[in-house]
Structures are given as structure tokens and as C-alpha cells.
């Protein structure tokens, strides 16, 4: 059962708008969430985290922001990017140091020029 | 730089096979993963370990062994490959206090 879930699968974006990119979670129990980037025949790469006692973090052109009532999360790329056409992935742990990361499913990111 | 690497970086076998892949960090990072990414089910784990002789089972372990003899590798072993195993792998690890996983560039592998 998928404990992470991006129901998105792709999204398109003009560039120089904003790009919003979604994620919910089931697991109440889930206190720490991190967006990874990545791009084709790479590895993912660490974008932007937070944790449960914040609802908003920020980093440049991402910011995360947190819903934990309604167990959602979003990752708003504002102004968008040719360059961050790629897929995004977020994860969950129960803790910052725990090592069970669960994973979405990813949402295929496109930047039109 | 630091950094983590794997290899092969792709491959190709039999069914009943064993294969093992490589991964290798040099960071000296405890924490260490090996993940699987399949198409709608994003990265999925399969092992972990938190430092040298030490290793755990992940969601996905069926098929799986790792080992870990020193800091610095996490090498993981399919023991008779199967064509469900086909898959692009991911090892990780993890910095200390940060949560903030470093992938490594993933191998593909093909169970023909």
C-alpha cells in the first residue's frame, strides 16, 4: 500500500510561472519530508526538506509548504525553469534520522519556453 | 569531492544468475541504502544498513542480500536473478542529523 502518493503524474508549465507539484501521505506517524530532483540516467538529488513542527520552508525558488491535517504537502518552483524539467519525487521518515524513506511515485516535470 | 558511486552501471543476465552490484561512498557515512525504481511504484528499499556488520531488511528484501564490511561499500547480491528483478537500482547513503539522502547514479539491470 502506497504510504506516499503524487497522484500527478506529469505537469506541464510555461517558464517564468509557477509550478506546483503535490504529495499526500496516509501515515499520521510521518515527521520529516524531503523532494528529491531528478533527471533522466541520474540519480535523484536532494532539493528542499521540512519538518512536521514547521509548515513552510524555503530555498531560492522552492518553497515546501506542509498541511499536516489534511497530510499534504506541495512544492511550489516559482519563477519556473527550463532546467528543472525533470521528475520529482517527495519522500517521508517518522523521524529526521529514521531510515525508512518512503517514496511517491514521482511527477514528470516540463518547463516550456 | 566526495561522492558515491556504482557499477556496473548497466547489465545484463540470465534468470537464475547471481548478480551483485557495487556501491561505494566516500563520505564515511554510517547510514546506508539500496533502493529499486520501478515504474509506478517509485524508489521502493530493499536494504539497509547503519554501519559495518550491520544490516537490515527493507519493504521489497525478497531476492535480496546485502553485506557490509566496512564503512565505505554496501555491495548487493541477487542470489538467482529473476525477470521481476529487472529495474534500475539506487544505492544511498545518508548524512548524519540531516535526514538528506546522496543517491548514487543507479545501474540498470535486465533479467532476460
Known amino acids: 500500500d502506497q504510504q506516499v502518493k503524487q497522484n500527478s503524474p506529469s505537469l506541464s508549465v510555461q517558464e517564468g510561472r509557477i509550478s506546483i507539484l503535490n504529495c499526500d501521505y496516509t501515515n499520521s506517524m510521518f515527521d520529516y519530508f524531503l523532494w528529491y530532483k531528478k533527471y533522466p540516467a541520474e540519480g535523484p538529488t536532494f532539493l528542499i526538506s521540512?519538518?512536521?513542527?514547521?509548515d513552510k520552508n524555503e530555498d531560492g525558488r522552492f518553497t515546501v509548504f506542509l498541511n499536516k491535517s489534511a497530510k499534504h504537502l506541495s512544492l511550489h518552483i516559482v519563477p519556473s525553469q527550463p532546467g528543472d524539467s525533470a521528475v520529482y519525487f517527495c519522500?517521508?521518515?517518522?523521524?529526521?534520522?529514521?531510515?525508512?524513506?518512503?517514496f511517491g511515485t514521482g511527477t514528470s516535470l516540463t518547463v516550456i519556453p | 569531492d566526495a561522492e558515491i558511486t556504482q557499477s556496473p552501471r548497466h547489465k545484463i543476465t540470465e534468470t537464475g544468475r547471481q548478480v551483485t552490484l557495487a556501491c561505494h561512498q566516500t563520505?564515511?557515512?554510517?547510514?546506508m541504502f539500496w533502493y529499486r525504481q520501478d515504474l509506478g511504484h517509485g524508489l521502493r528499499l530493499i536494504h539497509y544498513?547503519?554501519?559495518?556488520?550491520?544490516?537490515n531488511k527493507g519493504e521489497v528484501s525478497d531476492g535480496y542480500s546485502v553485506s557490509r564490511s566496512n564503512t565505505e561499500d554496501l555491495p548487493l547480491t541477487l542470489e538467482s536473478a529473476a525477470s521481476s528483478q529487472t529495474s534500475v537500482y539506487f544505492c544511498?547513503?545518508?548524512?548524519?542529523?540531516?535526514?538528506?539522502?546522496?543517491f548514487g547514479e543507479g545501474s540498470r539491470l535486465t533479467v532476460l
Open positions: 544511498a547513503s545518508r548524512r548524519e542529523n540531516t535526514g538528506e539522502l546522496f
Open positions: 563520505w564515511n557515512h554510517n547510514n
Open positions: 521540512i519538518s512536521s513542527i514547521k
Open positions: 544498513s547503519y554501519g559495518v556488520q550491520d544490516t
Open positions: 519522500a517521508a521518515s517518522k523521524t529526521i534520522t529514521g531510515n525508512q524513506f518512503y
